[in-house]
Nanobody, 130 residues
Framework: QVQLVDSGGGSVQDGGSLRLSCVVR?????????VGWFRQGPGEEREGVAA????????YYADSAEGRFTISQDTAQNTVYLQMNSLKPEDSGLYFC??????????????????????WGQGTQVTVSS
């Protein structure tokens, strides 16, 4: 079984920064091989922001996040971080971390698909004001 606890959201001004955290609690490291972050705005579908392959450290980003956000992991703390810099009002939303196990070679095309992730955190709110 896998449990995700995400946190770190808050309210910032345009151009500000936040760091989200996702603590991964699992009975076995073999339950998952990818942790992703998703954003959901009011009335919008959940969209992938970034993901990390937990075994090798490969990272994946949405075009909107590239160059501003950084996903990383601390294996000793079982935590995945999303450092968000140069935040914009359109980055506002409820951010969820998610975890899953992907078939070999599928991450590049599937990392941002919500139905590929089996486990989800409760979400943390990010609000960026102009």
């Amino acid at each position: 079984q896998v449990q995700l606890v995400d946190s770190g959201g808050g309210s910032v001004q345009d151009g500000g920064s936040l760091r989200l955290s996702c603590v991964v609690r699992t009975s076995s490291v073999y339950n998952i091989d990818c942790v992703g972050w998703f954003r959901q705005g009011p009335g919008e579908e959940r969209e992938g922001v970034a993901a990390i392959y937990t075994y090798g450290g490969s990272t994946y980003y949405a075009d909107s996040a590239e160059g501003r956000f950084t996903i990383s992991q601390d294996t000793a703390q079982n935590t995945v971080y999303l450092q968000m810099n140069s935040l914009k009002p359109e980055d506002s939303g409820l951010y969820f971390c998610a975890a899953g196990f992907f078939p070999f070679g599928s991450l590049l095309r599937a990392w941002n698909r919500t139905n590929e992730y089996k486990y989800w955190g409760q979400g943390t709110q990010v609000t960026v004001s102009s």
